[in-house]
């Protein structure tokens, strides 16, 4: 039986919707496939469900094939595992709370490691019983600050959680494995290019941790890959560290005044001036050491200042910033944090003064300065002087300063050597589709999930995490192959193999389009009927380029005559057939 | 493939769980179905999914043939459309609540009402769109006072709801039918015997409403039927009113003292032995107006006092005055509730006192008095004299005393007549598996949902609610079928149609098996597989009946001679069979 346009709830939109940021949202709300309930909350509309449905498709096959067993948790959940594990609080604002009539702490899941550990603390107790993988394709929830992009970042979202159990860190490798390999055969089913990427693990902990995704110009995720294969998103990207280099016979640093430098180029046009090079050639930002002040907010409500140095030729990279500094957040100082600490003259922060150390292990502020990697001993730069109105020249690390330690803090620039050795690296972008990664025993060790081994004795067991988001995917495979027109669906995940449309008024129309329909049916492909009597043939024609079933068959006037028009919704190209032919000429 | 019990995700437990207080509960945890959460709250374990997942494929044909399209609209909702509904108040403690990190209220939905008939409104605006029935199986939310009882009353809980949009109230009852038709076919399907109810629509307001119930003498919910074909929940029956009497000739009330007169027995005797009746039959606690002071609390916080009035011989019945004062809430009044009102003497009140009428029409007090429907005028009443240590005899109803109404506050009682005039009713118990009502006008109302009817004329749409407990259904059916031994779950919704043992050490056993596995699985049927091969034959027995899959083969000794074992779960009959028949020889 087709589904009939004629009685489905289903109705186009003209206009889009106002808060429509990307393709995805506008296109699948104008056509039917989903309705904005509140910011980052959408309701599926029967059209809408059949792509999301076919996806999970997909994914349940290959979680079954890579001998993962489907499970279901419950969205509402106590707060006491997720207190034990420190996710709770880590979680910030993102997490919805609620309390029930009793007064109960209770939340919304955004993830569910707590949980899926609890459950296999219940049931299992020996190492015969691993290894193990569960997974669910379930709705989670986040509560994100700005919920835009339609299903791309949601607040009320569709997943696919995977969990793997093992007793050994082989096990764990193996499982990782199938997972990994379970969503490359996904990603290729549903036709998305895909890049692996080495991966920050996050709030999440864990050691091996990689995210697929989907190279794009309009990714909000940067990644960067050397030609020798190295990839790795920038939060996860680490610095080939330089020699350090010997300060033997460098001359001693001098304080110079350098009024009106507010800004590295300024400073930089200011030593030129009036401090050229002793070799002649020009300064330039990478000569000096620029020296930003964060303020860190400890999950506990605490407060604490951090100075990064970084060549002046970087910016910090708040991404990297925040993974660095993880779970506590990260902002600029303000001038509150510069009045309590006299001793940083904003403009001119440096390690040193003419008094000797300012910041660094052997100083007594109190506040942690953390050195870029690049900044390695026997390096020479021209810093801030914690003087108004003066820097220092020929500073040189090690000599002069010390730091209490390094991070990974400055952005990753194109041509940067990738720290596999595998050479230069280039940024691109992408879209996150997948991530896999070891959570190791994290979880396990903090709930006590323990089982006996083959000796008998007690060991922890390490797990793996496995996501994808499958509403998130259906956004960005519309995003993707959608075109002026509107949504132009990938077979894979068609809501329909074809779209049959009867125009005009002629009965013999209906007539024939009712024999295609069967026709096509008898094949096994799913037929969207365009049957609706009074509706012009120009708005049935939109209606279909805007829906995206792959397959347009068009029984117009030709009907009389036997034919009728095949039209393929992606290259545009119309071909006229014999009645007889349009099943068996399907692709 | 087979269901492999060596690797599934499955354990049985020799314990049941300390907190569960029904068969379904029980033995659905020790099953490894299902385990709990939090209170009321249970994550799905995959052989439980597959029976929920075999419900809900039902529960989808029958819609589809209904002419019902599926959407699915989010759990997490803002508040606004509840507000407008009244529901944000009505559902007091009821209702998960939280505020997301704007601080915007939200709550977690316990049904769809508000936001089918918004988006409805968004793209509907014809008549001729309509009617529509659209539906989901969506989970759902309720802070249950009391979660218990394991699946059949959680917090969180999956079912369907159907809503149905028509634009006059013939295609509403059109629209109710094909619901109403469509569940019974459903409950036929899943074998649940079933009475339709008249049934009080509740907090949903409405108009036709009726429940589906399953007669069980362990069900929640007491109906009452007649054998001429009465049937309803006792919230919803309604009293045949006698007709009024002529007061003429009757003599007057007369006050007597009674101390000691407690109760109504008590009361009771105190008459037959110092107010004899003038015919000389005895007095019996029907011939005592009993007065209830209840405190109904309502949405806005108020407290009002209201009095009860009915035949001695009924308490009032706590569902039928909470259905009678909805959405207030209703308790007894206190002591604080009767210092404010001294003119209602504890122990002794009535509508009259020596002085002229306490409550009725006629007083002053601000008090409502309502009256069981039996209490017309012209009934004679033995009845508290608002001064203590006394009664009234022969207190005249309409004469007397007046009411400011009747309301359905008494039990009902067996024997007592069906409104319909279809005979006495019996009392049965029954446990709700479904429910469909006419919602009417109210939600499109409030929520202005109207479209142009065929003259142009803007019309309010009328619609229907049609709810199933999807897992409440898969308590209720394992809670029915299950014997001593554990589940036997009707071939409809088995988790598999067959469970295979191998039992025994030898290579042949588990070969013969293998095959067994294969030819049964080419008729197209699904197989649980018990390969275990270090676990003792009493064990694999005990769990293939706690887990009730309908037909169990045992391959063991006999498997060197090509005999195995069908063994039916239900009766326990055992019949050998040769290896090659077993699959032909399934019922």
């Given at each position: 039986m087709p589904t009939r346009l004629s009685n489905y709830f289903l109705r186009t939109l003209r206009e889009d919707p106002s808060d429509a940021e990307v393709t995805s949202h506008r296109l699948l709300v104008r056509a039917g496939y989903i309705r904005r309930q509140a910011p980052g909350v959408f309701a599926w509309l029967p059209i809408g469900l059949r792509v999301k449905a076919k996806i999970e498709k997909v994914v349940r096959e290959e979680m079954a094939a890579a001998g993962a067993h489907e499970v279901h948790f419950p969205a509402l959940l106590p707060r006491e595992p997720y207190e034990v594990s420190g996710r709770w609080a880590e979680y910030g604002d993102a997490l919805f709370r609620l309390q029930d009539r009793?007064?109960?702490?209770?939340?919304?899941?955004?993830?569910?490691?707590?949980?899926?550990?609890?459950?296999?603390?219940d049931l299992y107790n020996s190492y015969k019983d691993l290894p193990l993988s569960i997974y669910q394709i379930q709705d989670k929830y986040r509560d994100e600050a700005r919920p835009r992009a339609g299903l791309l970042r949601g607040r009320e979202f569709t997943m696919k959680d995977a969990y793997s159990f093992d007793y050994t860190d082989a096990g764990l490798d193996a499982s990782y494995e199938a997972q990994r390999d379970a969503y490359e055969r996904i990603f290729t089913r549903l036709?998305?290019?895909?890049?692996?990427?080495?991966?920050?693990?996050?709030?999440?902990?864990?050691?091996r941790s990689e995210e697929?995704?989907?190279?794009?110009?309009?990714?909000?995720?940067?990644?960067?890959?050397?030609?020798?294969?190295?990839?790795?998103?920038?939060?996860?990207?680490t610095t080939l560290v330089p020699e350090a280099l010997s300060w033997d016979g460098l001359p001693p640093a001098q304080v110079f005044p350098t009024p009106d430098t507010p800004t590295i180029q300024t400073l930089v046009d200011s030593a030129n001036r009036n401090q050229p090079r002793p070799d002649g050639r020009d300064w330039t930002a990478a000569d000096t050491l620029k020296n930003v002040v964060l303020a860190l907010t400890g999950l506990d409500g605490s407060r604490e200042l951090v100075v990064v140095g970084l060549p002046g030729d970087r910016d910090v990279d708040l991404k990297r910033v925040e993974v660095a500094f993880a779970p506590a957040e990260v902002e600029a100082a303000n001038d509150e944090d510069f009045a309590k600490h006299p001793g940083l003259v904003k403009g001119y922060i440096g390690p040193w003064s003419a008094d000797g150390a300012v910041l660094g292990e052997t100083s007594a502020t109190?506040?942690?300065?953390?050195?870029?990697?690049?900044?390695?001993?026997?390096?020479?730069?021209?810093t801030g002087a914690n003087e108004h109105g003066h820097h220092v020249y020929g500073l040189v690390a090690g000599r002069d300063f010390q730091a209490d330690g390094t991070v990974e803090a400055a952005e990753v620039l194109a041509g940067d050597p990738a720290p596999d050795g595998s050479g230069p690296v280039e940024l691109a972008r992408g879209m996150e589709i997948g991530h896999v990664f070891q959570l190791g025993r994290k979880y396990a060790e903090a709930l006590g999930l323990k089982v006996l081994d083959e000796n008998g004795k007690l060991v922890t067991v390490t797990m793996g995490s496995y996501g994808i988001g499958v509403t998130r995917i259906l956004a960005i495979i519309a995003e993707l192959t959608s075109d002026e027109k509107g949504l132009v669906w990938p077979?894979?995940?068609?809501?329909?193999?074809?779209?049959?449309?009867?125009?005009?008024?002629?009965?013999?129309?209906?007539?024939?389009?009712?024999?295609?329909?069967a026709a096509i049916e008898a094949t096994g492909r799913e037929v969207l009927y365009d049957d609706r009597p009074k509706v012009s043939p120009g708005v049935k024609f939109?209606?279909?380029?805007?829906?995206?079933?792959?397959?347009?068959?068009?029984v117009g006037r030709g009907a009389a005559d036997g034919v009728v028009e095949l039209w393929d919704?992606?290259?545009?190209?119309?071909?006229?057939?014999p009645v007889a032919e349009v099943a068996s000429r399907l692709p």
């Open positions: 009793k007064g109960s702490d209770m939340l919304l899941a955004p993830t569910h490691e707590e949980v899926f550990t609890l459950l296999v603390k036709g998305l290019e895909y890049v692996i990427v080495k991966a920050d693990a996050g709030a999440m902990g864990g050691s697929f995704l989907h190279p794009t110009p309009v990714g909000e995720d940067t990644f960067v890959r050397s030609a020798g294969g190295y990839a790795a998103n920038v939060e996860a990207f109190g506040i942690r300065y953390l050195l870029d990697p690049r900044v390695v001993d026997g390096t020479e730069w021209i077979p894979a995940v068609a809501p329909f193999d074809v779209h049959v449309i009867a125009t005009g008024r002629d009965q013999v129309v209906f007539d024939t389009a009712e024999s295609v329909v939109g209606d279909a380029e805007l829906i995206g079933v792959p397959q347009i068959v068009i919704r992606r290259t545009g190209e119309r071909t006229s057939l």
